[in-house]
């Protein structure tokens, strides 16, 4: 069964930093692009940045752009996104998502259960 | 604002028919990128319900169907029933001056009545 736990959230203030983990199990990790997508209190989805399954492509949205570093560990089977120079609008919950390989638009077919990120003062 | 628009909410009676639009525009839908739906129940992670515009994942329902036509997509429900109550996103790629973004729907929250 495909499992992805996140953990490292929690309240930290603006321009603070945060690094959140995603432990994967239940799957071949290394052969998988994975993804961050976070939603803020009541609002919709939105993409933060995914990376490719040997860390050779990594992209991110425009908004966290420079401050957000994605990366993984295939030994430990985990993912990773170290959040820099937190915002207010940062606050979300996040999520780390599997991309799906059956086409060749990016969609996400696993995703986790969520850590919320709180920057507030 | 998203830059792919969907309504806000949508409802339906027990057992009815009811779709879900996502209109989008030529630097996304429209240039031919496939649409995909999540759905999210109250207070959990989203789940993939349709990738590929039409194609669904096993273990989700048949009720659950997809289309996609020019620069809209469409997520159909029938034989509604109250544990379909939730949030329902569409997602797509934009291409802009940056590059090629996952972008995704405003969502539409369905109400069973």
């Known amino acids: 069964e495909v499992q992805l736990v996140e953990s490292g959230g929690g309240l930290v203030k603006p321009g603070g930093s945060l690094r959140l983990s995603c432990a994967a199990s239940g799957f071949t990790f290394s052969s998988y692009s994975m993804n961050w997508v976070r939603q803020a209190p009541g609002k919709g989805l939105e993409w933060v940045s995914s990376i490719s399954s040997s860390s050779s492509y990594i992209y991110y949205a425009d908004s966290v752009k420079g401050r957000f570093t994605i990366s993984r560990d295939n030994a430990k089977n985990s993912l990773y996104l170290q959040m820099n120079s937190l915002r207010a609008e940062d606050t979300a919950v996040y999520y780390c998502?599997?991309?799906?390989?059956?086409?060749?638009?990016?969609?996400?077919?696993?995703w986790g259960q969520g850590t919320l990120v709180t920057v507030s003062s | 604002q998203s830059v792919l628009t969907q309504p806000p909410s949508v409802s339906g009676a027990p057992g009815q028919r009811v779709t879900i639009s996502c209109t989008g525009s030529s630097s996304n839908i429209g240039a031919g990128y496939d649409v995909h739906w999540y759905q999210q129940l109250p207070g959990t992670a989203p789940k993939l319900l349709i990738y590929g515009n039409s194609n669904r994942p096993s273990g989700v329902p048949d009720r659950f169907s997809g289309s996609k036509s020019g620069t809209s997509a469409s997520l159909a429900i029938t034989g509604l029933q109250a544990e379909d109550e939730a949030d329902y996103y569409c997602q797509s790629y934009d291409s802009s001056l940056s590059g090629l973004d996952v972008v995704f729907g405003g969502g539409t929250k369905l109400t069973v009545l």
């Open positions: 998502a599997r991309e799906g390989i059956a086409v060749a638009v990016s969609y996400f077919d696993y």
